[in-house]
């Protein structure tokens, strides 16, 4: 069986084969296959092409890489890695660790006549939108064809080094959690093993085995918030960093106020804190949090809707089994609503605003937004609610809205993850 790829392999690949305008940068959460993706496509222009790459990591022991790396899908990439490049100690990555491998990138390019540079990990390098500003500058001036990809573990671990003297020279290219068509397409789950299990390719293989999921998860969730979210600003307390993500993990799917998560940390913090805390986890793409619709402008701000960006990290940190978890009704209706809101997030074009409405005890899940355009979505999967109030009472306050079920009595869940957010935006089946 063929390796899987998932759609980014082909977009580098267009990139890759055209003349280099800009640098390409990879972002996204940790373990979304961000490494895996540039070595696909690697494989494939040298396969295809007869054009060579080479790959770097700064995370790498040593800066020398022997061999060929293998992605995780099994499919070996074609890199070629120049056998005298100075070692930079590990953990004191410099302007000149990147210098060096550019310089060697150039070299192939100019023999070869094209080659391709990736650097992994690039924010583990200070600063390194400097070097690589001037660096790329003068290729350039020079018409070299060398192409230059960048990539990091979340969007704003990358910011960190960026500087404006990069603006209109990088190409974002996201890498989202996995998705409902591609965990199914590359290990066979269904809709419920991907509510459960979540978009984690690297554990799909432990799903037999709970506990080894779990200690899997729980090894991801420390690596995420202690390594890259502390790696993003300056964090005072990282235990409460951790104990706010376990918190703000299990109200998924809800409103809810700092001052209720202050409460829940039983901490002396102030709001601001918890609230910037929140944003380097909502940067690492952990968890997002959505403001209420209003319809207009307002100064007050209201409790923000918390959704973890992959179910996940709701389920293995929890005591419920598989089974459990399917029969306990309200608690898998957190978990449906949770990956709903994950894939609306997730699939947004630039310019449409997700967030959710409540008015007194009348709720709607979501809200769509974009250009005079505004959807209100109902997830119905078994948690007690008792009709659709909500929508109705939503379409009265806004006339030109329009409404949306998913699950019970509505468009099925599996359905409505199949789909980008845009296509319900603009679908109108009345």
Not at 110 to 139: F, N, Y
Not at 309 to 326: H, I, Q, S, Y
Request: hydrophobic share 40%; no cysteine.
């Amino acid at each position: 069986m063929p390796p899987f790829h998932r759609a980014q392999v082909a977009n580098l690949l267009s990139r890759l084969r055209e003349e280099p305008r800009r640098i390409i940068a990879l972002s996204g959460p940790r373990q979304s296959g961000k490494t895996t993706i540039v070595l696909q496509a690697l494989a494939r222009l040298r396969e295809e092409d007869g054009v060579r790459g080479l790959y770097f990591a700064a995370d790498e022991p040593s800066p020398e890489l022997g061999g060929l790396p293998t992605a995780s899908s099994g499919h070996t990439a074609s890199i070629v890695t120049p056998g005298s490049l100075p070692v930079v100690p590990n953990g004191s990555l410099d302007a000149r660790w990147i210098v060096h491998r550019w310089e060697a990138a150039r070299a192939k390019a100019d023999s070869a006549g094209r080659a391709v540079l990736v650097l992994d990990e690039i924010q583990r390098v200070p600063q390194w939108s400097t070097p690589v500003k001037g660096l790329w500058d003068r290729d350039r001036m020079e018409g070299r064809r060398l192409h230059v990809v960048v990539l990091g573990s979340a969007p704003l671990l990358m910011q960190s080094g960026l500087s404006e003297s990069l603006v209109g020279r990088t190409e974002p290219l996201p890498v989202p959690h996995w998705s409902l068509g591609e965990m199914a397409a590359a290990f066979g789950f269904g809709l419920d093993e991907f509510l459960f299990f979540g978009g984690y390719p690297g554990t799909a293989d432990l799903i037999h085995d709970l506990s080894s999921w779990r200690r899997t998860v729980a090894d991801l969730i420390e690596r995420t918030v202690e390594r890259d979210v502390a790696s993003m600003s300056r964090v005072d307390r990282p235990a409460l960093l951790r104990n706010l993500f376990d918190a703000a993990a299990a109200y998924s799917a809800q409103p809810v106020t700092l001052r209720t998560l202050l409460g829940e940390l039983d901490s002396r913090e102030n709001a601001g804190t918890i609230a910037r805390y929140l944003e380097l986890l909502e940067a690492a793409e952990l968890i997002v949090g959505l403001r209420k619709h209003r319809g207009e402008p307002v100064i007050r701000r209201s409790p923000p809707k918390l959704v973890v960006l992959n179910t996940a990290l709701v389920t293995a940190p929890a005591v419920r089994t598989f089974e459990g978890a399917r029969a306990d009704r309200s608690y898998w209706g957190r978990i449906v609503e949770s990956a709903v809101g994950a894939h609306l997030h997730q699939t947004r074009s630039p310019g449409v605003h997700l967030g959710y409405w409540r008015d007194d005890r009348r709720e709607v899940d979501f809200v769509l937004r974009a250009e005079g355009r505004v959807l209100g979505i109902e997830v119905k999967s078994g948690r007690p609610r008792g009709g659709h109030f909500g929508l109705e009472a939503f379409q009265a306050r806004f006339p030109r809205a329009r409404t949306l079920l998913v699950g019970e009595g509505g468009v099925e869940v599996a359905d409505f993850l199949s789909e980008p957010a845009s296509h319900w935006l603009e679908h109108d089946d009345r």
